[in-house]
């Protein structure tokens, strides 16, 4: 307990407390250096499909930092967007992506793969965006129609008209949405009317429960309806066991990502995984 009395009354910071200050700013300095000189890069995990294997990847952002080592985002990544910079971050993500879907282009096995990068609605926001992601994909030369964007309903919703016109004009270029998390948000459905989606992604939260938990089950079976009536792809995250995966097929979900068939990994080892799919060649769509 801090006793503020006599010369010590304006000292109503607690060392501590400007001890986390001081880290917070230090965080945000090295993400801000860690931007410039490239530390930041993707691992890539397998998304797959029931009967047609793996169909492609996410994207999900690590730190090389030069001091901690390998960083996953759960250690900057709200840090990254108090102070204004996960935009930068979800640029370099995207170009990053990009890049490789140019690069896979035209290679069998690996043509129709799809790349899925998380946004932040901050950057969906961002006045420039849709120039942006245009010149990315065009610099690049990937195709547009093999890049998803995942987003989160929570900050989407802030402003839903500027939401929907972004979304549809990066859809006439080909582009897909994909709702992240979903069913952890507190937003009412009557969004899912307007955005141009297509696909919900239901959220591991959801799985962890299966294959005992009723609840968790109805939930599954409750948004593979929904999504099958709205015309949505839908996929599980979170996958990590054989018993999981059955019963979000028999609850309707045919495309899985989670630790059962892979986990995020550096882009060589999932280009590897790729080559050793038995049916790779036949894929398509
Ligand atoms: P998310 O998009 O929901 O990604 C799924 C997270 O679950 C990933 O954590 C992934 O490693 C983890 N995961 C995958 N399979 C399993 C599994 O079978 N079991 C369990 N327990 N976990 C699994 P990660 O890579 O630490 O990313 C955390 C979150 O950070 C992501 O959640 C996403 O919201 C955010 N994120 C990642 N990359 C970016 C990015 O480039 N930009 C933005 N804005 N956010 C990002
Ligand atoms: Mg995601
Ligand atoms: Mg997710
Ligand atoms: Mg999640």
Not at 103 to 119: C, H, K, M, Y
Not at 174 to 192: A, N, V
Not at 226 to 247: C, F, N
Request: charged letters at 20%; proline letters at 4%; aromatic letters at 8%.
């Amino acid at each position: 307990e801090a006793k503020l009395s006599g010369k010590n009354a304006l000292r109503f910071f607690d060392p501590r407390m400007q001890q986390a200050v001081q880290e917070r700013l230090r965080l945000e300095e090295e993400i801000r250096r860690g931007v410039l000189t490239g530390e930041f890069f993707l691992y890539l995990q397998a998304q797959v499909e029931q009967t047609r294997g793996l169909t492609g990847a996410e994207a999900l952002v690590r730190w090389r930092h030069p001091q901690r080592g390998l960083l996953s985002p759960a250690e900057f990544i709200v840090q990254a967007e108090r102070a204004g910079l996960v935009q930068e971050l979800d640029v370099l993500m995207l170009r990053q992506a990009c890049l490789q879907l140019a690069q896979w282009s035209g290679r069998v096995g690996f043509d129709e793969l799809t790349l899925a990068v998380n946004i932040s609605a901050h950057l969906v926001y961002q006045d420039d965006f849709i120039s942006l992601l245009l010149q990315l994909l065009q610099a690049s030369g990937a195709n547009p129609q093999r890049l998803k964007l995942e987003l989160t309903e929570t900050l989407l919703l802030d402003n839903m008209p500027e939401a929907i016109a972004r979304m549809n004009q990066l859809k006439a270029h080909g582009i897909r949405f994909s709702i992240d998390d979903f069913g952890t948000g507190y937003s009412s459905m009557s969004y899912l009317q307007q955005l141009p989606l297509d696909q919900l992604k239901i959220d591991q939260a959801f799985v962890r429960g299966l294959p005992d938990d009723a609840s968790s089950q109805t939930i599954v079976r409750a948004t593979c309806a929904l999504a099958a009536g709205l015309g949505l792809e839908v996929i599980a995250e979170g996958v990590e066991s054989e018993e999981q995966r059955t019963a979000l097929l028999a609850n309707g979900c045919h495309r899985y990502q989670g630790y059962l068939f892979g986990k995020p990994m550096p882009v060589e080892e999932f280009e590897r995984l790729v080559v050793a799919q038995p049916q790779r060649a036949s894929a398509s769509g």
